[in-house]
């Protein structure tokens, strides 16, 4: 560092060349801070997705998940039952992604390549599991164990399909558990596939789980939705021509539903290490089933159309849709 001469500038020239010292260290050392924050801290995350499967909401949940996707470490995208859904579906995601990606990279944020995405993106079980225990271990599931195995950090995995690759990866390497964290959307997924859920309720009380059954439908229940924050009218207006991850989201359904977001909006405003606090996706409480793990809150103050914890989620939507709407602006035609 530079050492003041007071004696010849004078103390106050000397104060001001002080200060100015100070601040640029307290920048610099506050840009360090930030960019290690960038870097090393963002959560990590594998996506278990049904897309192209009987509901196009995931196709809509992969859309805002990649407009989001430089505040991720992404670690995994997984084709995963019920349904037909398959591999080359989130493929079509990736490729409108990569169109729209200069774009994105235009804004300075850290959004990842189309091509590391391609690299992370496996094809999981083909069928629900059949048996009490699961029976098989699908590249998806052998992709969680990896992932997780190779981090010193937690690893969430949201579910927003069945959990049958989950249950695999558990079931064949239960160390995992130290390190997994799993988001899932239940309800129509888990009655679609209840003995992978079901196993891992009974045999794994210490995973660490949130299980998101009607909480989720705040995402388009209830809420803010007057003038353009309408289910149709925001995807009108801020989705419609909106780059070729727009045109994907419009061409698969032209309303809101995106019940698999709110497992995305839990890391975008809010602890992620507390499911019980405030966030855009959602808060929980914790139940004597064991001891990492959260359901919908019953709070009669908290029902939207008889969904327990949907407001949980829909008393943030003009929060969390005006910063999307932000991002899609980005990419308008």
């Known amino acids: 560092m ?16 002080f200060l100015l010292l100070v601040l640029t260290f307290l920048s610099t050392s506050s840009y360090c801070q930030n960019s290690q924050e960038s870097n090393g801290q963002k959560p990590q995350i594998i996506i278990s997705s049904d897309i192209g499967g009987d509901d196009p909401d995931d196709y809509q949940s992969m859309v805002h998940l990649l407009v989001y996707g430089g505040r991720f470490e992404l670690l995994g995208l997984i084709s ?31 959004f990842p390549d189309p091509k590391y995405l391609r690299s992370i993106s496996k094809q999981g079980s083909l069928e629900i599991q059949h048996a ?7 590249e998806g599931s052998q992709w969680i ?53 079901d196993y891992l309720f009974n045999n794994h009380p210490d995973l660490w789980w ?35 991850l727009g045109r994907l989201f419009w061409e698969q359904k032209k309303d809101i539903k995106m019940g698999d977001t709110p497992s995305v909006l839990y890391f975008l405003n809010g602890d992620i290490e507390n499911p019980e606090g405030e966030s855009w996706g959602g808060s929980f409480i914790k139940t004597d089933h064991g001891p990492n793990y959260w359901t919908d809150n019953p709070d009669p103050d908290l029902i939207e159309n008889n969904r327990q914890g949907a407001k949980t989620v829909n008393r943030h939507r003009k929060d969390f849709l005006q910063d999307w709407a932000k991002r899609m602006e980005w990419l308008k035609d």
């Open 145 to 197: 164990i990896q992932k997780v195995n190779e981090s010193k950090r937690p690893v969430y995995v949201l579910v927003w399909g069945s959990m049958t690759d989950v249950a695999q990866a558990v079931h064949s390497d239960p160390t995992i558990k130290s390190k997994l964290r799993v988001y899932s959307i239940g309800s129509w997924n888990t009655a679609q596939d209840p003995k992978s859920r």
């Open 210 to 244: 949130i299980e998101n059954n009607t909480t989720f439908r705040g995402m388009y229940m209830g809420g803010e939705q007057s003038g353009n924050l309408g289910n149709q009218t925001f995807v009108e207006t801020f989705v419609k021509d909106h780059g070729n």
């Open 2 to 17: 530079k050492v003041l001469n007071c004696r010849k500038s004078g103390l106050v020239a000397c104060f001001g060349r």
């Open 132 to 138: 009490d225990e699961p029976d098989n271990l699908s």
């Open 80 to 110: 995963s039952p019920p349904g037909k859904g398959r591999l080359s579906n989130i493929l079509e995601a990736i490729e409108a992604y990569e169109k729209d990606f200069p774009k994105l990279k235009a804004k300075n944020i850290e």
